[in-house]
């Protein structure tokens, strides 16, 4: 299957600061890319979806202004957590697909707010 | 609402034992539903997939059963190996719209003891 990459796999920061979390496609390109959230021994839960070039659609509940997604690209899409507090703690997974094929999950990336 | 319903929560099963796990649906618009393997600090790994045109799919020891009028399906492991220990996620999506957002089940945790 395809590859895709997620930098860092791990980020500890400060409460206020902000992270960005990376996805990569690696060897196709990315019509769509999406990014989930997963608490502890629980599902993912879908936040939003970016199509290259335009605005992302974010799902219900989840604060486009806190979390901010950038697809410049057909490879790339960054999640920024803007103003991190404790509470957004979580797994962030990135996923990607090309057209209606399937969706291929990164690594995920951890990230703890102190 | 949960669109896509899945049990058990957890599953212990001995080694060379035979694990089932079993997803409900109610949006009959789904046309693909995919099972994904994840291990802890891991993106989810597409493991097998299949659509409502046939009613089983067998992939070496997973199979996927498909019910289209019950509006179910399960994942069967044969010979389960401790390394099938892992998290597993059922999910499904309409292809042909527009999103093609991955609805997913809430999980189940499988261990294989030796």
């Known amino acids: 299957g395809a590859v895709v990459s997620q930098h860092p796999s791990w980020v500890i920061c400060k409460s206020g600061t902000s992270v960005k979390i990376e996805c990569r496609s690696l060897?196709?390109?990315?019509?769509?890319m999406f990014w989930y959230r997963q608490f502890p021994k629980q599902s993912l839960m879908l936040m939003a979806t970016?199509?290259?070039?335009?605005?992302?659609?974010?799902e219900q509940g989840v604060e486009k202004d806190k979390f901010l997604i950038n697809h410049a690209s057909l490879t790339l899409s960054t999640l920024t957590v803007t103003s991190a507090h404790p509470e957004d703690s979580s797994f962030y997974i990135c996923?990607?697909?090309?057209?209606?094929?399937?969706?291929?999950f990164g690594p995920g990336t951890r990230l703890t707010v102190l | 609402q949960q669109q896509v319903k899945q049990s058990p929560q957890s599953l212990i099963v001995q080694k060379g034992g035979i694990s089932i796990i079993n997803c409900a649906y109610e949006?009959?618009?789904?046309?693909?539903f995919p099972w994904y393997q994840q291990f802890p600090g891991k993106g989810p790994a597409l493991l097998i997939a299949?659509?409502?045109?046939?009613s089983e799919k067998k992939e070496g020891r997973f199979t996927i059963s498909f019910n289209k009028s019950a509006k179910q399906f399960s994942l069967h492991i044969m010979d389960s190996q401790p390394g099938d220990s892992a998290t597993y996620f059922c999910?499904?999506?309409?292809?042909?719209?527009?999103?093609?957002?991955?609805?997913f089940g809430t999980g189940t945790r499988l261990t294989v003891i030796p």
């Open positions: 996923s990607a697909k090309q057209g209606i094929d399937e969706q291929f």
């Open positions: 060897d196709f390109q990315a019509t769509t």
């Open positions: 970016s199509n290259e070039g335009s605005k992302a659609t974010y």
């Open positions: 949006n009959t618009a789904f046309d693909y």
């Open positions: 299949i659509r409502p045109d046939v």
């Open positions: 999910a499904a999506s309409n292809r042909q719209s527009g999103a093609n957002n991955l609805f």
